[in-house]
């Protein structure tokens, strides 16, 4: 089944934050167990861990392996960086964002565990961090190939502080007669009313605001606010305005609904595009019966670009 929203590799590190509790940063903590890693690998290439096979913390442990030279990461910065996960008692990897499009997530206390926000706050553009997640951070369980008592390895290096638009902006775009219409609430949020005539058959892509920022391009990672809603009644089946957040994943790259990755590559960061998704485009004769959509529905969206990278 194909993510509407997310890619593999960002949401097993998502998984992999969200379930952190502290990052522990000074040297008297569990630190001497990463001291055995050794790290290797030129910057802007994927590292290579060694170290002994069962490595294991007792708290999760954290270590900056390279102090980077670019702009200090404060409290509320999004920040874009690579990793490698390997599981310590295999040492085998787990997952990695090299080869694929790098991950971002932005350390706000009300989006990421305030230990995150910690560990990381003060460190510098170019870093390399070690995080070592210790068994009881219940980290490894429901991850495939790794047990409850695993140690999970993360390789962290930030590559740069990354400031998205809050909102579509640039110039007005009267759309088609005949499409769905859309009213903006003070903060952005959009809400959809569907017309009464039958939906098209095939995508529809109606810019509603046209950004002035660069062209996106296949393989990149975006960042957007939407809301989408089923042709068929109106009803809202999701929105990340609901909840207080953007969110990330790659575009043009098979990883999300067709009617995505058509109708947003070439589009420019700061538009704002409606898009109408007919079942082919969507999800298929399968449709996604957990978030309300059969298989013959057509979808509309609403979707800020804030951001590409």
Known sequence: ERLLVRRLAVLVLVIALAGLTALVA???AANGSLDEVTVTGAEGEKPTLEFAKGLSVK???SLEVTEGTGETIAKGNRI?????AVNTRTKKELETSYGNAPASVQLDKTQVPK????????????????VAFAPKDGLSSGLKGTKKSDTLLFAIDV?????????AEGEAVSPTAGLPTVALDADGKPTITIPGSDPSSTLVVQPLIKGAGAVVTAGQTITVHYTGVVYAG??????SWDRGAPIDFAIGAGQVIAGWDEGLVGQTVGSQLLLVIPPDKGYGEAGQPNAGISGTDT???VVDILGAF
Request: hydrophobic residues 45%; without cysteine.
């Open 26 to 28: 000074p040297a008297s």
């Open 80 to 84: 874009i960086f690579d990793f490698v």
């Open 299 to 301: 979808l509309v969206f």
């Open 115 to 130: 230990g995150l926000v910690k560990g990381l706050a003060g460190t510098a553009v170019g870093s390399r961090v070690l």
């Open 59 to 61: 708290k999760t442990a």
């Open 234 to 239: 109106n009803k809202q089946f999701d929105s």
């Open 159 to 167: 590559r740069a502080i990354y400031t998205p638009l809050e909102r």
